[in-house]
Nanobody, 122 residues
Framework: QVQLVESGGGLVQAGGSLRLSCAAS??????MGWFRQAPGKDRDFVATIGWRPGNTYYADSVKGRFTISKDNAVNTVYLQMNSLNPEDTAIYYC?????????????????WGQGTQVTVSS
């Protein structure tokens, strides 16, 4: 059974940092990513990382502030978020894809976590 379990969300002041983690179990994946959904909005792409080193992509809104990384040994992906602002407030979802490719759209992923809340206060 595939499971993606996120952790690390919380409340932080603007300008602060958080690190999200997503532990995957049940199989290995070619790519893992992060999406986020603010109240009343769509679930938007944030970042993704493929199997090969350096194969990472980011949404323009988080480039230079967020960093995605992974530890293949423990099948875990991380999202380091720096310089947070209130517009980053959302539920953050971990996603995983079993086939080749690192898509930046929601339909490209087969598995999803339950989400973790990130709230940035001004």
């Amino acid at each position: 059974q595939v499971q993606l379990v996120e952790s690390g969300g919380g409340l932080v002041q603007a300008g602060g940092s958080l690190r999200l983690s997503c532990a995957a179990s049940g199989r290995t994946f070619y790519a893992m990513g992060w999406f986020r959904q603010a109240p009343g909005k769509d679930r938007d792409f944030v970042a993704t990382i493929g199997w090969r080193p350096g194969n990472t992509y980011y949404a323009d809104s988080v480039k230079g502030r967020f960093t995605i990384s992974k530890d293949n040994a423990v099948n875990t992906v991380y999202l380091q978020m720096n310089s947070l602002n209130p517009e980053d407030t959302a539920i953050y979802y971990c996603s995983a894809r079993s086939q080749y490719g690192t898509p930046t759209y929601r339909a490209g992923y087969d598995y999803w976590g339950q989400g973790t809340q990130v709230t940035v206060s001004s």
